[in-house]
């Protein structure tokens, strides 16, 4: 009898969410429809996904290879999924080749990785994948993302040289105490200020992945288009069975 209790928190915790997202998006006098919500649902089963699913929500996102290719083809294909985080260049067929309906990529840290993907999906004969480039805002040595010095050139990369990935953005992930938040925020602005100039584009064709659960009605306020909430929906996760990417 506990588990139909969780799922019903979690489709609670779901709306909560969507209305704070709403709601922040007013603040920053941006359309909230412009703001996509990933649920991401890492280390979470099928079962919790499909009640967040049937409530009327698409878009989900996970971060674990063998994870996502064992549980995306148990659930409905026209999810919009999201893959987050760093990935092996060596795992980038098993992860195209897995989930079909994989329709943003956060994010391309190196052009390696960047080549990888578009000749995985040019083999695949899949659509052109979305990437956000992921840039290391917080310069913790320790997380993935290219530094913000280089991320002209990776996205100039990815959108003249990568003809079958369409560069979509940035992202970044900042310090799990949320101390870097703000720093963070207006360092990735920045970089989308670079890249749009470089590349021609107008900043609306630049989206921004930023933001999670402790931050992401900050992140919004902020331009954030794209915020990636786990646990302020699902809950505290279980990483005894994580496995490396």
């Not at 915790?13 to 997202?21: E, F, G």
């Not at 987050?84 to 260049?89: D, E, F, N, P, V």
């Not at 996205?155 to 953005?169: I, R």
């Not at 919004?220 to 288009?225: K, L, V």
Request: a neutral charge; aromatic letters at 6%.
């Amino acid at each position: 009898m506990a588990a139909p209790a969780v799922e019903g928190v979690a489709v609670t915790a779901l709306r909560s969410v969507l209305l704070r997202v709403r709601q922040a998006a007013e603040r920053a006098a941006t359309q909230p429809e412009r703001v996509r919500v990933v649920a991401v649902s890492k280390t979470k089963p099928v079962s919790l996904i499909r009640q967040i699913y049937d409530a009327g929500h698409r878009c989900f996102g996970e971060n674990y290879v063998q994870e996502f290719v064992q549980k995306a083809p148990q659930l409905p294909e026209d999810i919009e999924w999201h893959f987050i985080g760093h990935l092996q260049s060596n795992k980038v067929k098993t992860l195209l080749g897995g989930v079909p309906n994989l329709a943003f990529f956060e994010g391309v840290d190196n052009e390696k990785i960047a080549n990888h993907l578009d000749r995985a999906v040019l083999s695949l004969e899949r659509n052109p994948l979305k990437i956000f480039v992921q840039v290391n805002t917080s310069g913790e040595p320790s997380k993935s993302g290219i530094d913000p010095s280089g991320c002209v050139r990776l996205a100039e990369h990815v959108k003249l040289h990568c003809p079958h990935l369409e560069f979509s953005g940035l992202m970044t992930i900042g310090m799990p105490d949320y101390t870097s938040t703000p720093e963070n925020f207006r360092t990735l602005s920045k970089c989308r200020v670079e890249v749009c100039k470089a590349l021609g584009m107008t900043e609306d064709q630049c989206e921004l992945s930023m933001g999670m659960s402790g931050d992401y009605e900050q992140a919004i306020e902020m331009g954030s288009t794209n915020v990636r909430i786990g646990s302020t929906i699902f809950g505290p996760r279980d990483y005894s069975k994580k496995q490396p990417n």
